[in-house]
Every structure is written in C-alpha cells, then in structure tokens.
C-alpha cells in the first residue's frame, strides 16, 4: 500500500505562484511515476504533469507547459508541483497520484493510488 497526502493549496491572485507537495508513505519503492491530475468545477479530472522516478523524464499538458514544474525528492519520497503565472482557469482541486507500473503517464486509469486533493482558487 502506498499513501499519498498533498499540501500547500490554497487561493492566490492571478498572475501569483503556489507549491503543492504531495508526500508519499508505505511502499513507496514501489512507485514507479509520480503525477498530478486537477479538477474543476463540473469538469472531468485531467492530467497536469508527471515525473518517472527513474530517469527524472517529465511530462506536461499543454495548458501548463512553460508555467508548472513537477520535481521529486526521491531521498524524502515528497513530488513538488510549483505552479507560477496562475490563471482563473487553474482553479481546481489537485490530486496527487502514484502508478506502480511503466504505462501511459498522462492516462489517470493506469494510476493505483490517489491523495485526497488540495484545493486551488486562483482569483481575477
């Protein structure tokens, strides 16, 4: 089993930064991709970014490239998300998420194990 607990959310102004954390426990050696997925209001969950353990490899959707940046502490098992330049259309809850296997990164379906969500409000 692994546990995944995400912090630092919170309401920011446009245009401002925030870093989410997601700490992991349990068997975390286990985890082979580290990546976070958001969702809106009446929205589906889509992906934000992900990171392989192995390797460091990043990947990012679109809407965030050039603005988010997913990093890993492997040493104390935490992924970071630091978001800057935010934007209205970010607000969303973030999830944190673990998947135990080499498979499609951006696909939450291939993910074993979820936080709880920490939520972020980016106001106008």
């Known amino acids: 089993q692994v546990q995944l607990v995400e912090s630092g959310g919170g309401l920011v102004q446009a245009g401002g930064s925030l870093r989410l954390s997601c700490a992991a426990s349990?068997?975390?050696?286990?985890?082979?991709?580290m990546g976070w997925f958001r969702q809106a209001p009446g929205k589906e969950r889509e992906f934000v970014a992900a990171?392989?353990?192995?390797?460091?490899?990043?990947y990012y959707a679109d809407s965030v490239k050039g603005r988010f940046t997913i990093s890993t502490d492997n040493a104390e098992n935490t992924v970071y998300l630091q978001m800057n330049s935010l934007k209205p259309e970010d607000t969303a809850v973030y999830y944190c998420?673990?998947?135990?296997?080499?498979?499609?990164?951006?696909?939450?379906?291939?993910?074993?194990?979820w936080g709880q969500g920490t939520q972020v409000t980016v106001s106008s």
């Open positions: 998420a673990a998947d135990l296997d080499y498979s499609d990164c951006k696909d939450q379906w291939n993910y074993d194990y």
């Open positions: 349990g068997r975390t050696f286990s985890i082979n991709v």
């Open positions: 990171i392989r353990r192995s390797g460091g490899n990043t």
